[in-house]
């Protein structure tokens, strides 16, 4: 299957710094990416959809202004927490979709590794 | 609004064969994928349904009933290794999004 990276898999950073989060499409273009917030023993929260060229899609509830998305070329995405509180600890991953059908529907979602975010 | 249930917690044996449920309300409805995760990871892609039926791969095998709503992964010969959260997703509405239940933990046991 296709492969999405992220980076970094794991920071630790003081309250009120900003994080930047990139996820990168390895072997296939991606007009879609999909970041999503999981807290332990949960499921998969849906933050934002990104589409490449244009304005993220920010689910209800998530301050876009807090959580800066890009989505500057077919293959790169990138999430910023900005000034980061302890609250915004979470494991933050993202997934790329393949626009190629599966089945005849959206196509599937390649996830990337994750990278968990401490925030002292 | 749209929802899944899935079953929080499944226990099961070495060898056995356990099947975990999902059923779905959503609108727009394209299709039900499972997803692995296993604790610390990402989630890992296993199945994909667009149409009613089973679909095989090795020995896990996924069903749906699109005018039930509901669909299942099932496991067969269980190991170790697939201790892990199962997940069901629908693709659905316009855009398209992901609706992710809310997952079931599976602990296989020697």
């Known amino acids: 299957g296709a492969v999405v990276s992220q980076h970094p898999s794991r920071v630790i950073c003081k309250s009120g710094t900003s994080v930047k989060i990139e996820c990168r499409s390895l072997d296939f273009q991606a007009t879609t990416m999909f970041w999503y917030r999981q807290f332990p023993k949960k499921s998969l929260m849906l933050m934002a959809t990104s589409n490449e060229g244009s304005k993220a899609t920010y689910e209800q509830g998530v301050e876009k202004d807090k959580f800066l998305i890009n989505h500057a070329s077919l293959t790169l995405s990138t999430l910023t927490v900005t000034s980061a509180h302890p609250e915004d600890s979470s494991f933050y991953i993202c997934?790329?979709?393949?626009?190629?059908?599966?089945?005849?529907?959206?196509?599937?979602?390649?996830f990337g590794p994750g990278t968990r975010l401490t925030v002292l | 609004g749209q929802s899944l249930e899935q079953p929080s917690e499944v226990t099961a044996v070495e060898g056995a064969i356990v099947q975990i449920n999902c059923t779905y309300q959503t609108s727009g409805f394209y299709g039900l994928s499972w997803y692995q995760q296993h604790d610390g990871g990402a989630p890992t892609f296993l199945s994909y349904n667009a149409l009613d039926g089973l679909e095989e791969t090795g020995r896990f095998s996924s069903f749906l009933s699109r005018s039930d709503s509901y669909g299942y992964l099932l496991l067969q010969e269980l190991q170790m290794k697939d201790s892990a959260s199962y997940f069901c997703?629908?693709?659905?509405?316009?855009?398209?999004?992901?609706?992710w239940g809310l997952g079931t933990s599976l602990a296989v046991n020697p």
């Open positions: 997934s790329a979709r393949e626009e190629v059908r599966l089945a005849g529907g959206p196509g599937e979602q390649f």
């Open positions: 997703a629908v693709y659905a509405g316009n855009n398209r999004k992901l609706i």
